[in-house]
């Protein structure tokens, strides 16, 4: 894909070292990969890249908000997120990305595209459960967090009272663990 180009790192005309690389990310790239939970994002994206003489060290970070809908009151709000990633690449016989941290790469290979590992550190920087900062300590103003109020279950005064009243044959029960 033309548009993950820019995210390809040439690794073979690099120096040995570390090496800076900067992304902007935003909604069109998450696009990319069918993600859309996001109603906008604003995301930069460092990769230290490290190469060394027999592999490559990656260390991947992200920092930014994403503005997304609460789970409770489906009020957008902004969420700030950070996350990292630290991945090795080797070299050998086949590709196998089966292990999160260690990615094999085939001999011969003299590229490397990062938009895939850029886009999991994103996404698992998010929480499962996105709540607005107003739920959390009550400043939010809600027609939805009104209705689940009165919708909430209330505590029955009866049933209060009716455990009071507890059956006599009971209470001899009870003296027997209180003679000990």
Known sequence: MKALKEYTIPFVGLKLGIHQFEYGINNDFLMLFDFEEFNSSAINASLSFNKKGTHLELDFSVEGEVNVNCDVTTEAFNLPISNSLQMVVKFGDEYNDENEELLILPHGEYEINVAQYIYECIV????????HPGVEDGTLESDILDRLE?????????????????????NKLKNLLKDK
């Open 124 to 131: 698992l920087a998010v929480p499962s459960k996105r709540v």
């Open 150 to 170: 009165l919708l909430a279950p209330k505590q029955i005064k009866e049933s209060i009272e009716e455990e009071d009243e507890i059956d006599p044959r009971w």
